[in-house]
């Protein structure tokens, strides 16, 4: 990186930071702090949740996915323009005719307090995680790469973003999000044109799309019913709108940022906004690493893109059997050079001559990862405990070694924007969570506005740290994208689940609930560490199981009507 590079990523930083915290000076009472003052409009509120969901591994997982894998992930994210219409007729009015500040609140009423405890620690559990690993996927790979101290990394993002959480709460999250999707769209569209741009002259973007077509990276949707395929039409359309019912319906995260809207109305638009945008821009991240993937038919790449484990075999014994193979693929990159410039020019040759190319391409496709097999087999060799899936590395790799000096530096902002504005969502929440639906129910006495939003603070600071501390600890999965949504599908349908029975059977009673939630959660968890099936199929599987459990439970232990609470109650 040139100092041009740094000037711009620290500047961008910096401002971020200093707006959020110059914009949410003096939010003294816990309207403000918590609902952002209700002042947010449709477009804020938006590009808050999209923010909110879109962090750093987002920006790092889904290229490398897609350089891998192709298009097919994109499935993940059908079934959540269906979520986004539910949650605005069904969840948005509850909420705002309740006047809650989060979503556990309402169950209380429903039920009891030992059910909104219990929902509002399973959040608390699964989001203190996730943002861990918000903080640890930016870090952990710009240490690799740039040779940072991993430690020191995660301090440095974990404090910047807790800084203006702290000082402004809900508005500081929304305002500062406006500002850094701003960053992430103008970086990665400048990234796609000079991915083109970089491309031989003779290929076209509609070329390039042909050569990835060939290469089975356009295979976007599979309608197979598969359970070894994570990523089907039927997993995306049915275990995807459930994850975002569970997310965007029930995690404080995403409750916050829509019930800081000016109204309802506001409120289901920015929903709504984020609901049809967000297939659209999933499917541009996944456009920009297969872009990358065709850049490198016509440039040679490393045989695994994480430095870490390419240091760790070049400075072993098994140097020479690696350098062997980096030679090999170098060969066969040169091989898939010549083809694809025949593939894109096959106009020029019959059918016969085109479906050859293709052929060749695919055979060439399968050497090169057969010998990437072979290399990881060599790192794992040389160190058992260096990461040899290099997914996350890939976007990064092309930035760092072919951007011109000043957008590495944007790119980079790219990527650590991304993780602020998820983390601070994620700390926000946690805070709210914790003040109102824990300290508020059991402390003693009453309080004043001023008392709960320093309580706010404090407790925004020591989330920052335990996310801190989470992300110094974490290891890293197969693909971060996953890890993130896998941890929520484990929790996220039996949450779902107990807010379907508030909703939809009132006979339900809070007895039946908690246990079944409970039993949902240990069967959960205990499914997952089986791999019995794809983890977006728990979402179904927890919500069906619990409202199940809870039916069958209430015909055997009647209750009383559950009381009503007020909201003063709170």
């Given at each position: 990186m040139q100092q041009i590079d740094w000037i711009i990523l620290a500047g961008t930083l910096i401002f971020i930071v200093t707006y959020g915290v110059y914009k949410t000076r003096g939010s003294q009472n816990v309207q403000d702090y918590i609902r952002g003052g209700n002042e947010a409009r449709w477009w804020t509120v938006g590009l808050s949740v999209m923010a909110t969901q879109a962090s750093a591994i987002t920006f790092l997982s889904t290229p490398g996915q897609a350089f891998h894998d192709g298009m097919g992930f994109v499935q993940f994210y059908f079934g959540l323009p269906i979520a986004m219409i539910i949650i605005c007729m069904v969840f948005i009015p509850i909420y705002y005719r309740l006047e809650v500040y989060t979503a556990y609140e309402y169950l209380e009423s429903r039920f009891d307090r030992k059910t909104r405890t219990l929902t509002a620690f399973l959040f608390l559990i699964q989001r203190g995680l996730a943002a861990g690993i918000t903080i640890f996927a930016p870090a952990i790979v710009l240490s690799a790469v740039l040779g940072w101290d991993l430690t020191t990394l995660n301090i440095i993002i974990g404090l910047l973003v807790t800084i203006y959480t702290v000082s402004g709460g809900t508005k500081a999250v929304n305002v500062t999000q406006k500002q850094q999707m701003g960053v992430i769209f103008f970086g990665m569209v400048v990234a796609l044109v000079l991915i083109i741009q970089y491309l031989p002259q003779e290929i076209t973007f509609t070329k390039a799309l042909e050569i990835a077509g060939?290469?089975?990276?356009?295979?976007?949707?599979?309608?197979?019913?598969?359970?070894?395929?994570?990523?089907?039409?039927?997993?995306?359309?049915?275990?995807?709108?459930?994850?975002?019912?569970?997310?965007?319906?029930?995690?404080?995260?995403?409750?916050?940022?829509?019930?800081?809207?000016?109204?309802?109305?506001?409120?289901?638009?920015?929903?709504?906004?984020?609901?049809?945008?967000?297939?659209?821009?999933?499917?541009?991240?996944?456009?920009?690493?297969?872009?990358?993937?065709?850049?490198?038919?016509?440039?040679?790449?490393?045989?695994?893109?994480?430095?870490?484990?390419?240091?760790?075999?070049?400075?072993?014994?098994?140097?020479?059997d690696y350098q062997k193979l980096q030679q090999e693929l170098e060969g066969i990159q040169d091989q898939k050079q010549e083809i694809s410039i025949k593939y894109a020019n096959a106009g020029k040759f019959s059918e016969g001559d085109r479906e050859t190319f293709k052929a060749e391409m695919l055979q060439l496709n399968e050497a090169e990862i057969e010998t990437r097999e072979k290399a990881t087999q060599i790192i794992?060799?040389?160190?058992?405990?260096?990461?040899?899936?290099?997914?996350?590395?890939?976007?990064?790799?092309?930035?760092?070694?072919?951007?011109?000096r000043g957008l590495i530096g944007l790119l980079l902002a790219?990527?650590?924007?991304?993780?602020?504005?998820?983390?601070?969502?994620?700390?926000?929440?946690?805070?709210?969570?914790?003040?109102?639906?824990?300290?508020?129910?059991?402390?003693?006495?009453?309080?004043?506005?001023?008392?709960?939003?320093?309580?706010?603070?404090?407790?925004?600071?020591?989330?920052?740290?335990?996310?801190?501390?989470?992300?110094?600890?974490?290891?890293?999965?197969?693909?971060?994208?996953?890890v993130v949504n896998i941890i929520g599908s484990i929790f996220y349908g039996n949450v779902l689940g107990i807010f379907l029975l508030a909703f939809f059977i009132k006979f339900v009673k809070s007895n039946a609930v908690f246990i079944a939630a409970v039993i949902t959660q240990v069967v959960i968890i205990r499914l997952y560490f089986q791999d019995i099936m794809p983890y977006l199929w728990l979402n179904l599987v927890g919500c069906f199981l619990v409202i199940v459990i809870a039916v069958i439970l209430q015909l055997f232990l009647p209750q009383k009507p559950a009381t009503l609470i007020t909201k003063d109650e709170n």
């Open positions: 060939a290469s089975g990276k356009l295979d976007i949707i599979d309608f197979s019913f598969d359970l070894e395929n994570r990523y089907t039409f039927w997993s995306g359309i049915i275990g995807g709108t459930f994850l975002a019912l569970s997310y965007f319906g029930t995690d404080q995260s995403q409750v916050q940022r829509y019930l800081s809207g000016k109204s309802v109305r506001e409120s289901q638009l920015g929903l709504i906004f984020n609901g049809f945008l967000k297939v659209p821009m999933q499917f541009f991240i996944l456009l920009v690493g297969v872009m990358v993937f065709v850049f490198y038919q016509f440039n040679h790449s490393p045989l695994n893109f994480n430095p870490a484990a390419t240091n760790a075999v070049t400075q072993s014994v098994y140097a020479p794992s060799s040389a160190n058992s405990n260096v990461e040899t899936n290099d997914q996350d590395y890939v976007f990064i790799h092309f930035i760092l070694n072919n951007l011109p790219v990527i650590l924007s991304a993780a602020m504005s998820s983390t601070a969502s994620e700390l926000n929440a946690l805070a709210s969570t914790t003040v109102i639906d824990l300290y508020k129910r059991n402390v003693k006495g009453e309080r004043t506005d001023s008392h709960y939003v320093k309580a706010s603070k404090w407790f925004t600071l020591a989330w920052g740290l335990i996310a801190i501390a989470v992300a110094s600890i974490a290891d890293l999965f197969d693909n971060l994208i996953e």
